[in-house]
């Protein structure tokens, strides 16, 4: 099945993190974290080979943590108005706090944690794609599952 | 001489030689050729003054063997200069005949001696001479497996002259009524083919070839480790080679008993112990972590070079499909040549990535190679960040179909542990280490059997056993992460021995080969187990492997992953940036238990996204 490329995906992942960041007023300012694309594939799990998660995190500076609370709250309403499925909601836990969602149309995750030092970071990863977009030619071929 | 296209003819002593192919072998040694002389030169000069100081007992004998080897390898160290010569100057000033360089046996040796003493520095030189280990005939009984070769495939060679003739054709000169003495002066042209085949042997690649002789070994150890004792000035090395050519590798047998003894050594003791004998040094458990990644690295490059070397040699064979022939009993089938290049080429994208990784990635912590071997499916054993000064240090065991060839994913999953940890935890350091350091099964059939599991179960022990000799500080916290068949392995390894860890996290496990928590000898509440509701790891059948870690009976710590996409692609979701199992493992990592989630009943999985198009 045709999917989006491997570099749309990265856009794509951007985009999702870009809307979130600006529901926030003040803007945060976006220090870039660990990012990248890992295969999705595992050589057990009985998917065609060779496709890739991308992956992306932000973490929102000069942000008091005083706002913490306020911006999970923000970042909730507008996910569920913007049609992501909620996966985990950690919003009322004391320490390290986090809210996870899922884009329902398009499958891209995006999350928010907050640290045991109370710094804030966005993420977010794609569903897996092929990197080009298109799988190869014998990638529907049934291999056997387990593990 | 004249030069048409690649085909170089000249004449010398009335022999005309009609050469086709050197030109284009002959640039690419020519850049070599120089250096290795030079190299020799050095390596050759060193070795022969430690020889005069040699006075021990052990002397005698093997003095006797090293200098005979010795002289024989200055005159092959000209016989190599000379072709090296002739070939890469053939073109333009043909010096000598081909007959001038039929010292094959030198050759051979000069190519090998230059593999051994400085693979660094001579990667470029040994990938042009393709050089290679093989068996040469007739040779001294000693050495008899110690030869490289020159590879000149792809160069043809025939030689044409007059000669006088021969008794029958004589006789039949005489019989058609020629007169004798014009026979006597009577010379017919005679043309031969020289084969370079013959001349300098096309090899057998390294891959099939027996390990050296003890002797070999020995003698090659000795002649590096005079040299680098000889040009770093350690007349200390010097007295001790002097009484035994095998003070290195006794002294590494020392250091093997108490890894901390790697730090009594003097730093040139180190160095030539890193240099003479990466394999040993980087796969010894409890040396600094450092350390092996020196020597490693050694043995990353050197492994390169012989795969490349294969892979240039069976691109010269028939790659066309074939049926496999019948093994005979007890043995596998062998590979085909498409097969094993295939193979090959797969380990080598491997190695690419992982040299990728190992050069550093921006943003990343550095990573270190604690273990490498190409052999079989290949092992490696990498850190993300350094576990010994890390205070949490995590083991991760992939599973099923891991192998040298698809190492990428599973550092990717390491960097993620590692920027999970830190990100969490930013007051503590987090080092997460790749341990594929087993032999893993290959396919599903393998992976119902305990066999691989067991395989790797001790030399998982014995390598956290020095995770805890090698690190700095106080005591780290110590984790072993499983996924798939690795969480068979750390339950293999707990159930039969003492597994020095702290944790163990048992990620989609098909089994972990006791029933019980407490077959696992550790303390239950650190043996933490999940698993996604969709991933069909969990129908595996308990008399396989065992009761799975996350049956409600075993007793482990059973905490929170994402259902996950109702397909069999659940089982490696777990690594997915959304999915909480993540945060899970982070919490776990960094010692604060009480941020693991416990399992929410999921009552009917909703359908999968629709890939975006």
Redesign the interface.
Same mark, same amino acid.
């Given at each position: 099945m045709r999917t989006l490329t491997e570099q749309d995906a990265v856009v794509r992942l951007d985009e999702h993190i870009r809307a979130a960041v600006e529901q926030l007023s003040p803007a945060p300012r976006l220090e870039p974290g660990l990012a990248g694309s890992m295969p999705c594939d595992d050589p057990d799990d009985g998917g065609p080979p060779g496709r890739v998660f991308v992956e992306a995190h932000h973490w929102l500076r000069d942000v008091p943590a005083r706002r913490n609370r306020q911006i999970f709250d923000t970042l909730h309403d507008f996910w569920v108005a913007e049609g992501y499925e909620v996966l985990s909601d950690l919003r009322d836990r004391p320490e390290a706090p986090h809210l996870k969602v899922r884009h329902r149309a398009d499958g891209f995750s995006v999350s928010l944690r907050e640290n045991l030092e109370r710094d804030l970071k966005v993420s977010g990863s794609s569903p897996c794609v092929w990197p080009d977009g298109d799988p190869p030619d014998d990638a529907d071929a049934v291999r056997p599952v387990r593990g | 001489m004249a030069a048409v296209g690649d085909e170089v003819t000249y004449t010398e002593q009335g022999r005309t030689y009609r050469v086709r192919g050197l030109q284009a072998k002959g640039q690419s040694i020519s850049g070599g050729s120089h250096e290795l002389d030079g190299l020799i030169t050095t390596r050759l000069t060193a070795a022969k003054t430690a020889l005069e100081q040699w006075r021990g007992p052990h002397a005698g004998t093997f003095v006797e063997d090293v200098n005979s080897v010795l002289s024989k390898m200055a005159s092959q160290k000209v016989a190599l200069w000379r072709a090296g010569n002739i070939v890469s100057q053939f073109p333009d000033k043909p010096t000598g005949s081909w007959g001038s360089v039929r010292y094959q046996d030198e050759i051979y040796m000069s190519a090998r001696v230059d593999l051994l003493l400085d693979p660094g520095v001579t990667s470029a030189v040994t990938s042009q001479l393709r050089a290679y280990v093989t068996t040469s005939s007739g040779q001294d009984e000693r050495f008899s497996t110690l030869a490289g070769v020159v590879n000149l495939d792809g160069v043809t060679a025939d030689v044409t002259y007059n000669r006088p003739l021969t008794a029958t054709e004589r006789q039949q000169a005489l019989d058609a009524g020629e007169h004798p003495a014009d026979l006597d002066v009577t010379m017919v042209p005679q043309t031969d083919t020289i084969d370079p085949g013959t001349l300098i042997t096309l090899p057998t690649p390294n891959a099939d070839v027996p390990a050296l002789t003890e002797g070999s070994r020995i003698l090659n150890e000795f002649t590096l480790a005079v040299a680098v004792a000889f040009e770093t000035g350690d007349q200390g090395m010097l007295d001790r080679l002097a009484k035994d050519p095998d003070a290195l590798r006794l002294r590494l047998d020392w250091v093997r008993e108490d890894p901390r003894r790697w730090n009594q050594l003097s730093e040139t003791e180190r160095l030539f112990l890193i240099q003479v004998l990466p394999n040993e040094v980087g796969a010894m458990d409890g040396l600094p972590i450092v350390v092996r990644d020196q020597a490693n690295r050694i043995v990353l490059q050197r492994s390169r070079e012989a795969l490349q070397s294969r892979a240039d040699f069976l691109r010269t064979q028939d790659l066309r499909p074939r049926p496999t022939p019948m093994p005979h009993p007890g043995e596998t089938a062998p590979l085909s040549p498409a097969d094993e290049l295939a193979q090959i080429e797969e380990k080598l994208r491997g190695i690419d990535a992982l040299e990728r990784r190992l050069a550093g990635v921006p943003?990343?912590p550095p990573a270190f190679l604690v273990g490498f071997s190409a052999d079989g499916t290949g092992r490696a054993i990498v850190a993300v960040g350094n576990p010994d000064y890390a205070d949490n240090v995590v083991t991760y065991v992939p599973? *099923?179909?891991?192998r040298l060839g698809?190492i990428?994913?599973d550092i !990717?999953?390491a960097?993620?542990m590692v920027?999970d940890a830190n990100?969490? %935890?930013?007051?503590s350091s987090t080092s997460v280490i790749t341990w594929l350091g087993y032999d893993a099964p290959?396919s599903?059939g393998q992976?119902t059997s305990g066999r691989y599991a067991d395989g790797g179960a001790g030399l998982l022990r014995h390598f956290q056993d020095g995770l805890d000799i090698s690190h700095i500080g106080g005591p780290a916290t110590e984790t072993v992460v499983g996924?798939?068949?690795g969480t068979t392995v750390i339950g293999h390894a707990a159930r039969d021995g003492h597994l020095n860890a702290d944790n163990l996290i048992l990620v989609?496990s098909?089994g972990v080969g006791v029933d019980n928590v407490s077959g696992l000898h550790m303390d239950a509440s650190h043996v933490y187990a999940t698993v996604a509701a969709n991933d069909?790891?969990q129908? *595996?059948p308990p008399f396989l492997l065992g009761t799975k870690p996350t049956n409600p009976g075993f007793g482990a710590q059973v905490f929170e992953s994402?259902p996950g996409s109702p397909?069999?692609?659940?089982?490696? !979701?777990y690594?997915?940036?959304?999915n909480?199992a993540r945060?899970n493992m982070a919490?776990i990592i960094t010692g604060?238990r009480d941020?693991v *989630?416990e399992p929410r009943p999921h009552p009917t999985p909703?359908p %999968?996204? *629709?890939?975006?198009?």
């Open positions: - | 943003g990343r599973g *099923t179909g891991s698809k990428n994913g !990717e999953r960097d993620r920027g990100a969490l %935890a930013p007051s290959q599903l992976a996924h798939s068949y989609a098909p069909p790891i129908y *595996t994402a397909s069999v692609h659940a089982h490696s !979701e690594w997915d940036d959304g909480v945060d919490a604060r941020l *989630t909703g %999968a996204p *629709t890939p975006p198009r």
